[in-house]
């Protein structure tokens, strides 16, 4: 299996542990990553047994996925070595040596006119892409959690302006209905005690009401 030093793999997204990696490996014929021209495919089977094919020359092997380290253990050719399911898109599948910054890249057969990596140098700029995309899905996630706070203080600024109009338009009301109990009840004890012409009356109290009104809305 051809494996590339790629150090910085680190940035790009690790495999999710919610994804299962037998069910990923099996059932497909992989074709791995090379730029030598040579093909080499790998055949993970269920029951454990794996197929070996370089250039048509076909080796039996085994495999095994260890739980414990989620590690994948491959044996052929008399040696085994293991390694760690690192990243995985629908495309590409990349397994890393145990302990290493080496990494094999398996891209499922099926998949492989749509691919068109030739060259190492074609798998860095694909994983540049993915990094490019993932950052810019990032920024669109800050942004929009950005815009959505903005719009909740908006709201809530919303809300606290309705709320005071409410109280601003409540207490008027209660004012202006005091206004007119008061006026009222200023013209009826004026006129019970001959200060005011009973006649005046009906003109007295819509301008004190009115008066007082104008004071009430000041006031707010």
């Known amino acids: 299996m051809k494996t590339y030093l790629f150090d910085t793999f680190n940035r790009y997204k690790r495999f999710s542990e ?15 990553f090379n730029d030598s021209g040579e093909k080499e495919l790998y055949i993970f089977n269920t029951d454990g047994s794996l197929i070996i094919s370089v250039s048509g020359k076909v080796t039996n092997a085994t495999w095994k996925y260890i ?18 399911p690192a990243f995985y898109d629908n495309m590409i599948f990349a397994l890393q040596v145990d ?10 057969e099926n998949n492989l006119p749509s691919t068109n990596l030739k060259s190492f ?8 892409e993915k990094e490019r995309q993932a950052v810019l899905a990032e920024k669109r ?25 409410k109280n601003k338009k409540d207490e008027l009301l209660i004012k202006i209905t005091f206004c007119i109990a008061l006026s009222s009840a200023v013209g009826i004890l004026l006129c019970s005690v001959d200060i ?9 109290v819509p301008c004190a009401i009115i008066a007082a009104i104008i004071h009430a809305i000041k006031a707010c």
Not at 69 to 74: A, H, L, Q, R, Y
Not at 141 to 165: D, G, T, W, Y
Not at 196 to 204: A, C, G, S
């Open 141 to 165: 996630k800050q942004q929009a959690a950005i815009e959505a706070q903005r719009q909740r203080e908006i709201e809530r600024e919303q809300i606290r302006e309705e709320i005071l109009m």
């Open 99 to 108: 302990g290493t910054n080496e990494y094999a890249f398996l891209i499922d």
């Open 121 to 128: 140098s074609d798998l860095v700029i694909y994983f540049a």
């Open 67 to 84: 739980p414990t380290n989620k590690s994948i253990i491959i044996s052929g050719n008399n040696q085994s070595y293991m390694v760690h």
């Open 18 to 32: 919610k994804l299962d990696a037998k069910t990923i490996l099996c059932n497909k014929s992989w074709w791995v």
């Open 196 to 204: 005011l012409p009973l006649t005046l009356l009906p003109i007295f």
